[in-house]
């Protein structure tokens, strides 16, 4: 039976019809200000100011929160329906930040002083006010003042609180209109793929999205890499949208569980046709964005063994300097065994110039090695980093453990300074694989907690690199990280370093993929010499891959890829031995290569990465209008839900306990 008590609306207080805005807060000022007329605008209210019973003044801030105008309430005797207390007396019961509609008349002001504000105000005109429409209700219980800092449960009003979210998003809005613009001038076309895919090994870890189907399930994408190649196939010889990716992997700064990267795909081109593009493209962002003219062109090269040897990172950051470069061939042998256990190992430095005082360089770094951040650099299996001061009131300044030649070396070498801290550090004599070493991360760590003590200058400008000449296959840890791609899951101890369809850079090395795979069909068993000796070989293979990078962070990546059906059916079975019901997930990718597909190349820039190196922002997270805490979580609408068995039940799957 309906209760008609339970509750009560107060109809006035939520308005669903209201006048259309005649004019926007922003013309209603110099010749464009239409002086004597009246005017329809709609905005928030502001905070009031009372200067009496009868008169008061409130600004209307716009919609976008950019601009504000002073309106004028005066006491009037006449009343009407809408306001049976008078405009003036509702407008004193109002809150600030009430969405409205006002209807007034525009006015000459004297202009008053100028004050530095987020909010632009209009200085020389103002509404005097004759109806006022409350479209809602900002609540009491909520606090809004300037120096309010909500939190992301509150996504909503952190946006309508501060400017430089507002501003990031408005820049992102327009770095895309210019991405568009700029590649459909060079003749892509945007072609939007599905987002339910389905679970295909192709490295990184998936969401998985159950069907009604009972044991099926789609596959968020990890990036429409696929489709953007079938597209090749299929007569679209340029390719190109904003893609949604989602990958479920460990959440740290630069990186979100869906997000949005700018993808691309040419067919007949080689990489050095992708890289031009994209140089194009960034050269014209640089320009109309931040107003920089002086990028240069070409972008220089740097290969992934000269970054991981001077830089310790395939991500190098070569402008604060600190280049690290090998010292075993000159170290005194007893000096070798205090720093590791290892056996024939290298040996490498780099210097961080801080201070001239080494009791200042003692303190940094006697407080960043006692620290959290500094910890896991002295349990390093491989030896704890060796610390030296270099310090010309001591002998051999400081570098006594070095002997009297090598310490000479060591000062000529590097150009020593009073006051220099030298670090020296043991890794084994091996390839390189993976994204840094020991000593590259702890350069980085120390620069940072340099920076953050202002022992050292910010750096300024933009270093744009690529990276090039990427080994094809890595080796799988035998204890892979908790967090650790998957790879492809196949049994050749190795895995694809990108993905399983880049292909390999040149003849030569394609000859070495086929030569070493051929060589050892007779010894197959894991952990034989043969087996051990055709890994080596294998890791010796370089990967047509480029990977842009600007001042330490990596923008994006692309390659040529593998266009034969056969070398990619090759690859999947003979190099990373993948069992054929993995292989068997790639038959709609083999079918299509198998049709005449062309040469192809491409690439796919992180473009929320690209908006935070371009504001200068430290996390992705700044210039994401909802992004995910570093769990994963959306604490405004509370995603992921939980999910009850019966919703479960309809997909046919059951939640252990």
């Known amino acids: 039976m309906f209760q008609p008590n339970l509750y009560s609306i107060d109809i006035n207080s939520h308005v669903f019809q209201f006048p259309s805005a005649t004019h926007e807060i922003k ?20 905070e009031r100011v009372d200067l009496s019973k009868k008169l008061s003044f409130v600004p209307l801030i716009s919609k976008d929160l950019k601009y504000s105008i002073q309106v004028m309430s005066i006491s009037r005797p006449n009343v009407n329906d809408e306001h049976p207390h008078g405009v003036h007396e ?7 930040h009430n969405p409205v509609a006002i209807v007034g008349v525009v006015k000459a002001r004297e202009p008053g002083k100028s004050t530095s504000t987020e909010i632009t105000r209009i200085q020389d005109v103002e509404i005097e006010l004759q109806e006022l429409h409350s479209l809602n209700e900002f609540p009491k219980d909520i606090i809004f003042k300037d120096e309010t800092r909500f939190p992301p449960s509150a ?20 770095m895309a209109s210019v991405c568009r613009n700029e590649l459909e001038l060079q003749g892509f076309m945007e072609v939007e793929t599905p987002l339910l895919f ?27 890499q696929q489709y953007k190649q079938i597209l090749m196939a299929s007569g679209i010889p340029k390719y190109y949208q904003l893609a949604r990716c989602f990958r479920d992997e460990d959440l740290r700064a630069d990186r979100q569980p869906e997000f949005t990267q700018l993808d691309l795909e040419m067919s007949f081109v080689t990489g050095e046709d992708v890289m031009r593009c994209i140089e194009v493209l960034i050269r014209r962002l640089w320009k109309e964005m931040l107003g ?58 780099f210097k961080l110039n801080l201070s001239d005082s080494p009791r200042t360089t003692l303190e940094f770094i006697t407080n960043f090695l006692d620290s959290p951040e500094g910890q896991p650099y002295l349990s390093n299996p491989d030896g704890a980093p060796g610390v030296f001061i270099f310090d010309a009131t001591k002998p051999l300044q400081g570098l006594h453990p070095f002997g009297f030649e090598a310490a000479e070396r060591m000062e000529s070498n590097y150009d020593l300074s009073h006051g220099d801290l030298i670090i020296v550090q043991a890794r084994r004599n091996v390839a390189f694989s993976g994204g840094s070493t020991p000593l ?14 202002s022992l050292i200058p910010k750096p300024k400008g933009y270093e744009f690199h690529w990276v090039t000449d990427f080994p094809l296959f890595s080796p799988i840890p035998l204890e892979k990280e908790k967090d650790a791609d998957p790879g492809q899951g196949g049994k050749a101890g190795l895995r694809a370093t990108h993905h399983p369809f880049t292909a390999p850079k040149s003849i030569e090395d394609v000859n070495l993929l086929i030569s070493t795979s051929t060589s050892s069909t007779h010894d197959s068993q894991e952990n034989t010499p043969t087996h051990q000796s055709q890994q080596e070989q294998y890791l010796k293979i370089k990967a047509d891959h480029y990977d842009l990078i600007l001042n330490g962070t990596e923008l994006g990546g692309g390659s040529r890829r593998i ?66 805490s570093g769990r994963g979580e959306d604490a405004l609408v509370k995603s992921p839900g939980l999910v009850g068995g019966v919703e479960w039940g309809g997909y046919g799957l059951v939640v252990k306990e």
């Open 292 to 349: 920089v003219h002086t990028l240069p062109d070409p972008f220089p090269f740097i290969t992934y063994d000269e970054a991981m040897a001077k830089y310790g990172s395939d991500k190098p950051y070569i402008q604060i300097g600190m280049e690290i470069s090998r010292i075993d061939d000159f170290i005194p042998q007893d000096l070798v065994t205090r720093l590791t256990s290892l056996s024939n190992p290298i040996i490498e430095t």
């Open 440 to 453: 590259g991360n702890l350069r980085l760590s120390l620069h940072r907690a340099a920076l953050s003590q």
């Open 155 to 174: 996504r909503h009003l952190q946006i309508r609180s501060d400017k430089g979210i507002r501003d990031a998003l408005a820049f992102r809005a327009k």
């Open 90 to 96: 509702d407008l004193k019961t109002m809150e600030a």
């Open 563 to 628: 266009h034969s059906s056969v070398i990619q059916r090759y690859i999947f079975e003979s190099i990373l031995k993948m069992p054929p019901e993995k292989i068997h997930h790639f038959d709609h990718l083999l079918e299509v290569l198998r049709a005449g597909c062309p040469p192809h190349a491409g690439i796919a820039l992180g473009f929320d990465r690209l908006t935070a190196c371009m504001l200068g922002r430290e996390t992705v997270r700044d210039v994401i209008a909802f992004p995910k």
């Open 27 to 46: 013309d209603l000022t110099g010749t464009k200000a239409p002086i004597g007329e009246n005017v329809t605008i709609h905005g928030y209210l502001g």
């Open 198 to 224: 389905k679970s295909t090994p192709e490295g990184a870890r998936e969401f998985l999205v159950p069907s009604r189907q009972k044991g099926m399930a789609y596959a968020l994408p990890q990036s429409p």
